[in-house]
Nanobody, 123 residues
Framework: QVQLVESGGGLVQAGGSLRLSCAASGLTFSSYTMAWFRQAPGKEREFVAAVNWGGANTYSADSVKGRFTISSDNAKNTLYLQMNSLKPEETAVYYC????????????????WGQGTQVTVSS
């Protein structure tokens, strides 16, 4: 049973920063990918960033490159997303997700999801 619990969301002004955390439990596979997605009201869920916990490879969407950084602490079973220079259009629910296998930016490839944490960026 895999459980993912996000935290760290909140209200921030445009240009500000937030650090999201995802606490994972029940991981039973040695090869897996962890990722962050976000979904704004009325929009499809979109890929933000991912990391392969079996290596040092990280990936991020073009829209957040240079501003967001994904990282993990395997000993603590925790995934992080450092978000800098936030924009109002990035207001969304941010989700942590996991899949067995290699990196993918497709939502349908991910098996497990957290409940999400709300990030609101004011103008």
């Amino acid at each position: 049973q895999v459980q993912l619990v996000e935290s760290g969301g909140g209200l921030v002004q445009a240009g500000g920063s937030l650090r999201l955390s995802c606490a994972a439990s029940g991981l039973t596979f040695s090869s897996y990918t962890m990722a962050w997605f976000r979904q704004a009201p009325g929009k499809e869920r979109e890929f933000v960033a991912a990391v392969n916990w079996g290596g040092a490879n990280t990936y991020s969407a073009d829209s957040v490159k240079g501003r967001f950084t994904i990282s993990s602490d395997n000993a603590k079973n925790t995934l992080y997303l450092q978000m800098n220079s936030l924009k109002p259009e990035e207001t969304a629910v941010y989700y942590c997700a996991e899949r067995r296998g290699p990196y993918s930016s497709y939502t349908t490839r991910y098996k497990y999801w957290g409940q999400g944490t709300q990030v609101t960026v004011s103008s």
